[in-house]
């Protein structure tokens, strides 16, 4: 998706080999926060500062809430992310998260943490790759 999105010609074979091996370099996943099929983050069910809290938060500050584990205990911060906002329209919110897939090379399973940001969910954590 991202090389289609980058890529001007569709026949330029070596512009797509050097926009795949340009995000290949990187694990993408995405995250969704829904309640009741429908986006956690909306204006109309919590009290504007609130929201405005929220919004600030995970369209600005999430690499202070995300990161990823290895079984080897070594961490991995959050490379990059991107807040896709819907404006309530959508059934949940969502971020692209971007990790360095060489930080991530020796281990044989990973772990996305996401701490407490302000949802009242508490941590979380997501087991993601099992490799043998």
Request: net charge positive.
């Given at each position: ?108 399973w990973l772990q996305i943490n ?19």
């Open positions: 998706m991202l090389v289609a999105q980058e890529l001007t010609n569709a026949t330029d074979t070596a512009g797509i080999s050097s926009l795949r091996a340009k995000y290949n370099k990187y694990y993408y996943f995405v995250l969704s926060l829904s309640k009741n099929q429908r986006e956690a983050i909306q204006a109309s069910t919590m009290p504007q500062a609130q929201f405005s809290e929220l919004l600030q938060t995970i369209s600005f500050r999430m690499g202070a809430y995300v990161n990823m584990t290895t079984n080897a205990r070594d961490t991995i911060p959050l490379a990059d992310y991107v807040y896709n906002r819907t404006f309530g329209m959508g059934s949940s919110n969502d971020l692209l998260l971007v990790f360095n897939k060489e930080q991530a090379k020796s281990a044989n996401l701490a407490e940001f302000g949802l009242g969910v508490g941590r979380q954590a997501c087991d993601l790759i099992a490799r043998n």
